[in-house]
Structures are given as structure tokens and as C-alpha cells.
């Protein structure tokens, strides 16, 4: 038995920050964010719930089902609407779902945590058929608009997709890692804004992501010119750019959105998912490497045969 992606939808909310916009309310300007992060502009203004239900729709939509298709709703998100009840009840509710469904919070590689917990759910007797995988969040609402090293780099957003056991698609291997002694570089207490200390943070993304594809591939007993397609997290173009050179891994493999939207969190791995299937490279059979990363420090990579 496997699992395939059977669909794939996404939200970003209308309203677009540039990095001119920018530049009218703190010290920074056009050309140091585009050289230093890659990003042009991002969209702010989403709500978590509401940007995860247009995308679970859309989800629903591209695969061609309806809620009363879905047997569990996992919803990746730091940014959740409420303290409680999940973000995830209101997604079921928006959506219409009649499944269980719950919340992950694995910052920004919650998408690929979600992927695995719902595969694992999905292998058990009497286990999910279909899940709609959905990562929502809304970092602009986080963000101290005051501070150039965070204010710059997030945005809001939404991706989902529908896992569904079929004989076409597999997972090939994981791997999934914390380390929860690094949370002071990365953090938001209830009731304030983020705290990143920027430079630390890039430089453990690059080695976690770095060994994480490394383990990954080893598992699988793939090499790098095994792969087709990577999905890294959009946090930085440089951390990606540094990663694909410590892993050996062309950069034109890699498809990325982070120009348009930013770092939208646990959204970015769907974003750009949706954009490697617009550029038709998703097809059956072919190698794709997922890897997020972020605070706890958490990260997760998973290798796909499509
Ligand atoms: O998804 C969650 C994980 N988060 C991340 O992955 C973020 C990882 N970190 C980063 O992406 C980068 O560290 C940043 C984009 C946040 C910052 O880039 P950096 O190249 O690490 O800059 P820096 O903090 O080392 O600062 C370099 C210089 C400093 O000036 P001096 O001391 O060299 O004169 C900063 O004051 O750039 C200055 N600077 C800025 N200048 C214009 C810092 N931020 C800005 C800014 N605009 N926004």
C-alpha cells in the first residue's frame, strides 16, 4: 500500500507588502532585502483558519473530491487563530468535514511533520483513506514591525494537499529532528512579537537541512542524482542556494516562490509544491526531496516517489 499527493491548492491573502512599502517604515531598502533574503514582496492581511480552508478547497478542487471524501484533517501551524479550541475546528467547520482532525505546531517544518504523522495514521488497520494535509500561518500578525531582522522576511499563507492510499506514489524515507536547547534563537511568547536571533538561526538551518537530506537520501539509498524535484523551505534564497551546494544538488531542481510571498512558515513547502506543478516537473515516478525547517529548532525532510 502507498500514499500519493492527489491534490493541491493554496491561499495568500490580497494584500501585498513590497519591499518598498517596506522601506517607508524602517531602515532598510529594495536592494538589501532582495541580495540578502531573495524576497521582492510578500502578502500580509491572512487570517490561519480562513487562508487553510481556501486552500483545503482548492486541495479538494485539483483532486477532484469533496469534504465527505476526507477521513482526518492535519492542520501545521505556530499562528493558530485561538489559544483553543485547534485552528484545525475551525478549518473542519469552514470546509465541512466530517472526520477527525487536530493540530501540529512544528514552526515551519510543520508541513513535512504532518505529512509523516498522517502517512503513519494512514498504515494503521482501519486508518485514514484520504487526509488533507493543510499548513496555515499568519507571521505578519507576529511580527514587531519595528524590527528590520524579522519584519522583512515573513509573510502569510496557505498550502494543502490530499494524501490518498493508491498503488501510484510512496514515501521513500524521513527524517524528522529537534532540538529543543536551541529555542532561544527562535521564539514568540504569548502575547508578543518574534524574537529571531538571524544569523545563528541561518547558519543551524544550513547544517540541520544540510545532514537531514543526507540522512534521508542514505536511507532511501538514493544519491543526489537520484533526485528530480526539491522543496525546501522559503526562508531564505541563501540558505537554499547554501544548502544545494553542501548537499550537491543543483539549484535547478529546486523551485521556489520565496520572491512573491516571503517566508510564510509551514506554508512554504505547499506554496512551492504548487509551483513545481505548475512548471510540470510533478509527474508519477519522479524523486522529490521536502526539507523545512525552523524554530524549536525542528526540522523534517522527506524523500517522495511522485
Ligand atoms: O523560517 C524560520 C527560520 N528563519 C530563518 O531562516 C531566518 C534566517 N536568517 C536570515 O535569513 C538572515 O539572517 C536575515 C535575512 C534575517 C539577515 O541577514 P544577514 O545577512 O544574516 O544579516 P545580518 O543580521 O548579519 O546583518 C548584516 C548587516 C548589518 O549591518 P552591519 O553591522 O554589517 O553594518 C545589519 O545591521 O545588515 C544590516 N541589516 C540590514 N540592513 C538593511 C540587517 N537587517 C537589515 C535590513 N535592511 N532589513
Redesign the pocket.
Known sequence: MAVRIAGIGTSLPPDVLTNHDLAQMM???DE??RE??GITSRHIGGLTSEMGIEAGNNALKSADLTPDDIDLLVLSTSSPDQRFPGTSAQIHAGIGLDCGAFDVNA??AGFAYGYVAAYGMMMLPGGPTRVLNVGSDALSTLVDWDD???A??FGDGAGACVMERHEQGELLAFDLGADGNLAPI?YCEHGDTIK?A??E??KR?VRAVTASIKSALKQAGLTPDDIDVVLL?Q??LR?IEAVCARTSIPMSKTHNVIETTG?T?TATIPLAMEQAALNGVLEPGKVVVMSG???GMTWATLVVRW
Open positions: 531602515d532598510t531598502n538589501w532585502i540578502r533574503a514552526a515551519c528590520r531582522g524579522t522583512i522576511l527562535l529571531m538571524g544569523r538561526v541561518f538551518a523551505h526562508a531564505n540558505i517566508n512558515s525547517f525552523g524554530a
